[in-house]
């Protein structure tokens, strides 16, 4: 069974760091394009970064230099490291392969 699972998110002040990951079971990691989106209320889904199989990066510009995306092919993971958190990237964050979700973790970031 092909399946994503997020973890990681939480509480947060303002400034602060939170990692999560996202392990991926029932494929082949390694040959997959790995991206994290996020969803605020009353937003829609919006993508947060990218790690792909050929080993580019991509991040949306209102993460960018403060978001770290890195991948462990040995352990099938991705993980997404929020770094200088701001109340506005309070969100449910989501990792997705191709049409495949993870259930999501919600991320809290207080001012």
């Known amino acids: 069974q092909v399946q994503l699972v997020e973890s990681g998110g939480g509480l947060v002040q303002s400034g602060g760091s939170l990692r999560l990951s996202c392990a991926a079971s029932?494929?082949?990691?390694?040959?997959?394009?790995m991206n994290w989106h996020r969803q605020a209320p009353g937003k829609e889904r919006e993508f947060v970064a990218r790690s792909t199989e050929y080993g580019d990066i991509y991040y949306a510009g209102s993460v960018k230099g403060r978001f770290t995306i890195s991948r462990d092919n040995a352990k099938n993971t991705v993980y997404l490291q929020m770094n200088s958190l701001k109340p506005e990237d309070t969100a449910v964050y989501y990792c997705?392969?191709?049409?495949?979700w993870g259930q999501g973790t919600q991320v809290t970031v207080s001012s």
């Open positions: 997705n392969t191709k049409n495949l």
């Open positions: 029932g494929m082949i990691f390694r040959l997959a394009t």
